[in-house]
């Protein structure tokens, strides 16, 4: 069974940081475009970031752009999102997500998902 499990949520300050990192199981995603989305409450899932399967191109959500970072260590079948700078507005379930067709925002593309890692951010 294909999972990812997303690590690295907590409760943080605003300004401060925090690293996710998304390790997929039961196959390897290395050919496969990767994202982050979250959730806040009462809201849709949103995009945050994504990278493409070589690492080369990445793109980003207008409000997370310059302080939120996301990268992949293909060799680790790992995928980060570094966070800084963090603002009250970014608490959410931030999840990971795996696009086997290639380079989209929207979140029905993804043929795979995370559970979720939950995010607070104190003011």
């Known amino acids: 069974q294909v999972q990812l499990v997303e690590s690295g949520g907590g409760l943080v300050q605003a300004g401060g940081s925090l690293r996710l990192s998304c390790a997929p199981s039961?196959?390897?995603?290395?050919?496969?475009?990767m994202g982050w989305f979250r959730q806040a409450p009462g809201k849709e899932r949103e995009f945050v970031a994504r990278i493409s399967s070589s690492g080369g191109y990445t793109d980003y959500a207008d409000s997370v752009k310059g302080r939120f970072t996301i990268s992949r260590d293909n060799a680790k079948n790992t995928v980060y999102l570094q966070m800084n700078s963090l603002k009250p507005e970014d608490t959410a379930v931030y999840y990971c997500?795996?696009?086997?067709?290639?380079?989209?925002?929207?979140?029905?593309?993804?043929?795979?998902w995370g559970q979720g890692t939950q995010v607070r951010v104190s003011s």
């Open positions: 997500a795996a696009d086997r067709g290639g380079w989209s925002t929207r979140r029905s593309d993804y043929d795979y």
């Open positions: 039961g196959r390897t995603f290395s050919s496969y475009a």
